[in-house]
């Protein structure tokens, strides 16, 4: 089955940066797109950036000029470089993939706790 195995997260001051990583245990063909969605308490859930298997991206506007999204397809493994990160960042953060046969964002890591504060 389809697993995806995060690492990152943590606790920054704003105005910092992290990198989160998030590799899925599939075969790189299997992969459409991958990405990341946050949710914070009393936030809805947003899609903040995906990354698809021939390299196109997009962004949230929130996130856009402060966050980069990229992938290592051979290792199927996607990265989300946040930098001058803001207190509104503050969520838990999901690595998210989509299969070739999926018509939606089906499988999903943990979840990693970002948390902006001084």
């Known amino acids: 089955q389809v697993q995806l195995v995060e690492s990152g997260g943590g606790l920054v001051q704003p105005g910092g940066s992290l990198r989160l990583s998030c590799a899925a245990s599939?075969?790189?063909?299997?992969?459409?797109?991958m990405g990341w969605y946050r949710q914070a308490p009393g936030k809805q859930r947003e899609l903040v950036a995906t990354?698809?298997?021939?390299?196109?991206?997009n962004y949230v506007d929130s996130v856009k000029g402060r966050f980069t999204i990229s992938s290592n397809n051979a290792k199927n493994t996607v990265y989300l470089q946040m930098s001058s990160l803001k207190p509104e960042d503050t969520a838990v953060y999901y690595c998210v993939a989509r299969r070739y046969i999926d018509s939606d964002y089906n499988i999903w890591g943990q979840g990693t706790q970002v948390t902006v504060s001084s």
């Open positions: 990354i698809t298997s021939g390299g196109n991206t």
């Open positions: 599939v075969s790189a063909f299997s992969i459409n797109a």
